[in-house]
DNA sequence: GTCTATATTAAGATAGAC
DNA sequence: GTCTATCTTAATATAGAC
């Protein structure tokens, strides 16, 4: 079986990309099973479901994504008194870029799907990550605490979402950015330099104080 | 003609709710002409398709929030010789808050509608907005660098984008985010309290320097 | 497990009477 | 302008042979 990737990968690969670029609804199971090159009754036998097989896809990218973050993050809670907030988002680069071993392009379409797990109807990503993985979202926050003590519950809770959609919207739409910024700037950069780049962006946001400061 | 609303009001007020809800593949023209109360046909006699009504909608607010926003920022431009990257953001609260008297919930529908125009594969609205706004947007960036003017052109760009995307996502889901503030913190806060709210995050971002800083 | 063939449903769009 | 009725296409899903 060193072959060939067998069916339900290929059907698992194929779907994760067209997924990303065209959303869950735009993209059919004609579409995944051709460009997987296997019968299109097979998604039904090996997944049940349309719905299944874009549960199937995402469970795939967590399932690798959230033990590699859960380590770095321990890892730095117990090797630091005080991280600063930079240490905790630095934590998130080499899971992200280890999804791209699993697949080409790995790390911008787990982003996508993210977003699009988020917006799109299917929102069941929200329930599904919290009951699966309810001690890695506690971790982060557990971190981000300790990066900023000065933080309260509250605002913590609104500027991790102002995190996730900078990262989710950045990301996903990466592929469009990196061209526009070839075309205007002659600026070649790659997903892991995209993703240190909006890093001290997203710490600076965490930092900031609530109070009206002066700029 | 007090009376009622015209039909083709009536198609883009259900249209942009449920647009806004669903996204736009996922909204039929039967579901919208059901909500709207009026014929299917009428869609396509008044629209064309149902990519003619994608764009009216879209079309439908833009025309009320950018001359707006063009107004606060030209005058926020001649009257400050540097203002403050807080005074540019804030241009933005009352344009965006007036989508709100256009129709209910204008203000988060737009935001809805900016963001599945970016990913959803009817991606025509960087097209359609760069060549029907342009001038607006470069009077964004030029709003943006006078306020700092040590970013360069590049940094610009990128940092607009991670602006746009923290905006994006929050506005969107701004229902679900209020809803949990509400469970978890008993804290009640309107559209307006929330775009205040994530004004100096964007700012803060808009403002840190490339440099790894110490925080 | 994989294939062909088909059942079923729902979508966008239009013709033509009023 | 509005309506009913219908055309055409494409989607998910399944039955049953191999």
Known sequence: M?????TKTRILDAAESLFAEH???DTSLRLITTRASVNLASVNYHFGSKKELIQAVIARHLELFMPLLNEKLTALCAQAEK???LDVFNSFVDPLLAL???????????MQLLGRSYTDE???L??????HYGEVLANITKALLKANPALSSQELFWRLHFTLGTAVFTMGSSGALMDIAKADFNQDIDVEGLIRKVIPYLASGMNTST???SM
């Open 83 to 85: 991280p600063s907030l």
């Open 122 to 124: 299917q929102g069941h």
């Open 100 to 110: 791209e071993q699993q697949s080409k392009n790995g790390t911008v379409i787990f």
């Open 126 to 131: 929200r329930w599904y990550t919290t009951t």
């Open 23 to 25: 959303g869950f609804s």
């Open 211 to 213: 109070e009206t400061t």
């Open 2 to 6: 060193v072959s060939k990737l067998d």
